[in-house]
């Protein structure tokens, strides 16, 4: 029965059927229906939006709709955090390619292959700038670490200019620590309309892609190299990543949600998750974009707030508090922001 009525109901609780739109709209409004009513659409029980009712099982009952919204929260979180690991792993294993490549000489006839090593500021510069001189759409950028450096921003200011003066629209992901930089307010004054920029909690390493066909990404720590990527499957799957954060991510000119606990602040918040995934305080402040000396700061704030004398204290406190996961749906995050604010998209 139930392997039939996945057959029939191929969905997720994200994307109801009519059929069982209809019944759980109705169970949610009367607070039961009946089993014989729910019989056509056994996708509601599969996903468990609807279960028995212990008082008469010929009777059942809904899941509350805001248990569902955290339930699909949830599960868009940890899909864009595997999201983000695999990225992490396919750098790791190109920057071990492009160390072989490196060794053995590149061979003749490979410039414009589907993965290119730029070794070099210079060479990264320059591809980087053919790109832009080609893009005629879109530019999707990525840009991890704290509050933007003056140095940062105006090294990609000419293509910027370029873009933004040949209509290309440029979207730019964040920190939201990146918030605070006058820099970039300052940037994406002088950009107007021509970019849109979201904030996250945390983001994926650096990544830059050229309407959907050219993407770069770090291949090293320190930066002095990239990868060049061409390969349609690649690409696809990096722009599939940022469209994830994107929707995840809060418009720049919108506030970041209320936690919903007095004394707790957004980042706070956000430190306690982490805490809690069982990560050292430096690895905290990196994906934060937030120094060390900052983070045991929020730290130290989170113990004296939730009434915590140890780390091991804390980690209770935390969890027993609800902050020992993702926050909970907030209002306009899937909404895009106005237009006028946004990022150099290509630094």
Request: proline content about 6%; charged content about 25%; some cysteine.
């Amino acid at each position: 029965m139930a392997g039939r009525g996945a057959e029939q109901h191929p969905h997720g609780a994200d994307r109801l059927c009519a059929a069982g739109d209809r019944v759980y709209s109705r169970a949610v409004r009367r607070g039961r229906v009946a089993r014989r009513d729910a019989e056509p659409v056994p996708c509601l029980l599969e996903l468990a939006l609807l279960h028995p009712d212990p008082d008469d099982m010929d009777w059942l009952v809904p899941t509350s709709p805001q248990e569902v919204m955290t339930r699909l929260l949830r599960e868009v979180y940890d899909e864009v955090s595997a999201g983000q690991r695999r990225v992490g792993s396919a750098v790791a294993a190109f920057e071990w390619y492009a160390g072989l490549g490196s060794r053995l000489g590149a061979p003749p006839g490979t410039e414009g292959t589907a993965i290119r090593v730029l070794d070099g500021l210079a060479r990264i510069q320059a591809a980087m700038d053919e790109a832009t001189e080609v893009c005629a759409s879109e530019v999707l950028t990525v840009q991890p670490g704290g509050i933007r450096r003056e140095h940062e921003l105006s090294e990609g200011l000419h293509r910027a200019l370029a873009l933004r003066g040949r209509g290309v629209r440029m979207r730019d992901l964040y920190t939201h620590v990146a918030r605070h930089g006058q820099g970039l307010l300052n940037y994406l004054e002088l950009m107007g309309d021509a970019v849109e920029a979201r904030t996250l909690d945390e983001v994926v390493d650096r990544l830059i892609l050229f309407d959907r066909t050219v993407a770069f990404i770090p291949a090293n720590a320190e930066r002095t190299m990239a990868l060049e990527l061409r390969h349609p499957a690649l690409v696809a799957y990096l722009v599939t990543v940022f469209e994830r954060m994107w929707r995840l991510a809060i418009p720049l000119t919108a506030p970041l949600p209320d936690t919903g606990i007095e004394g707790i602040s957004h980042r706070e918040r956000s430190i306690a998750a982490l805490l809690a995934e069982g990560h050292q305080d430096a690895v905290i402040a990196e994906r934060l974009g937030i120094s060390v000396r900052t983070c045991r700061a929020h730290i130290a704030r989170l113990s004296e707030t939730l009434g915590a004398a140890s780390r091991t204290q804390l980690g209770v406190r935390i969890a027993q508090a609800g902050l020992d996961g993702p926050p909970g749906p907030a209002a306009g995050v899937s909404a895009p922001g106005p237009p006028g604010r946004g990022s150099p998209s290509a630094r």
